[in-house]
């Protein structure tokens, strides 16, 4: 870029002024204050105040010791921020400062920075988790009313549970220890957290959560199970599922707790049992006409035996 010098008539001297043309990665920034760089959260937060999402964190979630008196104040607008920030991609604290950008406190009553929210979540213990759970079940049921999230819930409502192993860093990372999972098909020993998730689902709808629960990395993956379905089933009572329930889950999840939960609950239940002399005799106990085909959706069909591999299972 070449400049011409102005402040001293007649001078005809050219500067050479160096302009750089590469900008650092965090050189652009989204300042439009008109303007939401996340136009997703205007209908989401428009939906989340129509449900009462506020209104339930401010009933269900209360901190009266906090170590820091600042890490407790205002719970209800940080943590909707947060959960705004997670359905806009956040994965992290430092993620939430999306939420500060352009026009985004036209839609928050409050924009905090990321250190302010990650006071906040620092003050929770493990009964402040439990509160989140309310938190999740209430406003579940307050979003059936208000969409067709569960679509045929009266009718036939499916629970399933799993856990899963997810890999945490550093050596100071309260709950994590090892435990099995599987990679590639392998199994490995692998540092993390082992969360225990329920889920509801139609068969009209895809799965949605109705429960979470985060365990340490070596906690088998039944421990907490038969609480876990009964406040599945609970969440879908009171969602409007009047009809049938039938809770699923794999070997882990066989055990008494489970199958009392699902009979406590009314519901039916479809797990897999560790074969042992107990079940054994009991499954040689029922006579071949009490069997009943299981017939899958989207069973597939292989060419060489042409007949439905899936549907080779049967039940009472």
Known sequence: MVLRRTDQPGSRKALSVRVSHRFAADSARFDEDNLVSHAGLVPLLGLAAQTRLPQIVAEKVSITTPRIKSGAANPVPKLVGVIAGMCAGADSIEDLDMLRAGGMPILFDDVYAPSTLGTLLREFSFGHARQLESVLREHLRALTEHTPLLAGLAEQAFIDIDSLLRPVYGHAKQGASYGHT???????LRKGLSPLATTISTAQSA?????????????????GAGRMVAQAIATARAAGATGKILVRGDSAYGSRAVVRACLRGNAQFS??????????????????????PVRYPGAVQPDFCHRLILNDSARL
Request: hydrophobic share 45%.
């Open 182 to 188: 599987k990679i590639a098909g392998k199994q490995v």
């Open 207 to 223: 799965p949605v959560i109705a429960g979470m629960r985060l365990r340490a990395g070596k906690t088998g993956s039944g421990k």
């Open 271 to 292: 797990l897999v049992m560790t074969k042992n002399p107990a079940i054994a005799r009991a499954i040689d106990s029922i006579p071949d006409t009490a069997w009943t």
